[in-house]
């Protein structure tokens, strides 16, 4: 089989699939292929924010987190259903930072960007007086409290390829580059998915956006020399009973300067992270080390009352992070910022170096824009001004659960929250003309039941149960070992996991 299109992006990151996306939106024809699932490495393993990243101002990142900045009201727009506002709370230290620092670094943080800003701004607290104040040790008596956002970072991903396919774009996941090389005046590909029955891509142009194997894709695959370097960071987070009762975060300051977050995770449970740690093995399974669990428990002990031992850890994460070389010293110094290098020896090849999920709709339109006179395309950027993502298209997401409530009572609360927060919209679609529990079929445990699975493995490419409890959802830290091996068996089961749209 031999296809023929515009672009062919290797790799179904956040920033491969929002380029396929936006290419697909000004008419170029795009092929995306993907070695493992969507967001199966770096992209599902974020600290899960939409900031402009409040301790780069430190490092004199202006100009990023302006940027970033200005994206987070883009992306609260694009998808209001995965991402929502959250207040962020940080405990004053006198030794660590003096408050007049803090606050001219908040008073930038409110102010950079550009655009309407939608969030409320930064302020004081005492914490007396105030609920996050409650599960502090007593040694905290005033912080600051300022706005970012939070985002189910694979959900985001996915939506992107739905949104990508909906425009006419192709997604292969479990299909593997294995070649690409020039031939006349465009690239030849040879695409191989896990059945090994390799087939040819032709394409005008080439989009490297591997991530952390941008460096090697060029490498072993493309065989183009480079002067290129990545520099790999592996962060790693750990998941423990919720801490505290409220909706608020917090962000803390370790003796070492780092930043730790503390955030109300899946409402159960509260997410500490990230390490920064060089990494020079294998990308595709890092696993946290017994130093950073302890590290993340003792950075958690500084502030709560409540004392953590890593026997309290009920699931953790690692992903390595793909950051432009440069002369930063420490890992959590290095920048944040992306590269886009366009190799023009013959047909066009675009390489994504770094980058952040907070600017990968930025970064993506940016690439386009590169890209498209090369390919005697003239239309202009769209995405931050388009109509919401797959699910998003109703911004007062709370009237719309009470909307599916009312209209489907033997749905719980809870039940209700977790569907519309993934699916907005869409979990109209995914529960049909059902009546009852029953009606939506097999139950593997939690909330999980057979017409979620047959709308991911449809709507969303999942193929396998670690897609469904790991990405398109996190009922992994629901689901015991007998429903993992249900929904292996049903996945398996099925014979036709050709994706439709």
């Given amino acids: 089989m031999v296809e023929r299109v515009d672009v062919l992006v290797v790799g179904g990151g956040v920033n491969g699939v929002g380029i396929a996306r936006d290419a697909a939106g000004r008419g170029l024809s795009v092929w995306l292929c993907e070695r493992d699932d969507l967001a199966s490495h770096t992209s599902s393993a974020s600290t899960k924010l939409i900031h402009g990243g409040l301790r780069y101002l430190e490092q004199f990142e202006f100009a990023l987190v302006g940027k970033a900045l200005a994206e987070r009201e883009v992306l609260l727009r694009a998808a209001p259903h995965i991402i929502w506002p959250l207040r962020f709370v940080l405990p004053h230290q006198p030794h660590l930072r003096p408050a007049w620092m803090i606050r001219i670094g908040l008073f ?8 309407r800003r939608t969030l409320p701004g930064s302020r004081r607290v005492r914490f007396g007086k105030h609920v996050t104040g409650e599960p502090l040790r007593d040694d905290f008596s005033v912080g600051f409290v300022y706005s970012d956002a939070w985002v189910q970072d694979a959900r985001l991903v996915v939506l992107n390829a739905m949104d990508a396919a909906r425009r006419g774009a192709q997604i292969r996941t479990h299909t593997r580059c294995v070649s690409a090389r020039r031939e006349g005046d ?29 460096a090697s894709f060029l490498d072993d695959v493309a065989h183009i020399k ?15 009973p919720k801490l505290y009762d409220h909706r608020y975060a917090y962000i803390f300051q370790q003796p070492d300067r780092r930043i730790v977050f503390a955030i109300p995770y899946e409402r159960d449970f509260t997410l500490i992270g990230t390490t920064d740690i060089e990494y020079k093995d294998d990308p595709s399974h890092p696993i946290i080390g017994d130093d950073e669990t302890r590290y993340l428990c003792d950075a958690a002990n500084r502030y709560f009352k409540k004392q953590l031992t890593p026997a ?13 070389q440069d002369e930063a010293g420490s890992a959590s110094e290095v920048t944040r910022d992306y590269l886009l290098d366009i190799d023009q020896q013959g047909a066009p090849l675009l390489n994504v170096f770094g980058g952040k ?19 005697d395309n003239s239309r202009g950027a769209w995405t931050a001004d388009a109509k919401p993502l797959p699910g998003g298209g109703e911004r007062d997401i709370d009237e719309l659960m009470n909307d599916i409530r009312a209209s489907r009572p033997w ?46 493995v449809r709507h969303e490419w999942a193929t396998e149960a670690e897609d469904i409890l790991w990405r398109r959802s996190k009922l992994g830290l629901r689901i015991d070992s007998d429903g993992v091996r249900m929904l292996g068996e049903y996945l398996a089961s099925k014979t036709n996991t050709t994706t439709s749209h």
Avoid: C, M
Wanted: charged fraction near 25%; glycine fraction near 10%; charge should be negative.
């Fill in 108 to 115: 930038l943080y409110d102010h950079l960007g550009r655009g």
């Fill in 186 to 214: 465009g690239w030849v590909a040879e695409l191989e998915p896990r059945d090994g029955e390799r087939y040819t891509v032709h394409a005008r142009a080439l989009v490297n956006a591997a991530g952390p194997w941008a």
């Fill in 226 to 240: 480079h002067d290129h370097s990545l520099r790999l960071i592996k962060g790693s987070h750990i998941v423990v």
């Fill in 312 to 324: 309290d850890v009920v699931w953790s994460y690692s992903g390595v992070r793909p950051l432009l």
């Fill in 357 to 375: 999920l907070t600017t990968f709709r930025k970064l993506s339109e940016e690439a386009v824009d590169r890209l498209a006179p090369l390919l």
């Fill in 411 to 456: 749905l719980s609360e809870t039940f209700a929250w977790r569907l519309v927060h993934s699916y907005g919209t869409r979990a109209r679609d995914l529960l049909g003309e059902a009546g009852s529990l029953d009606a939506l079929g097999q139950h593997f445990g939690a909330d999980l039941y057979q017409a979620e699975v047959d709308y991911l």
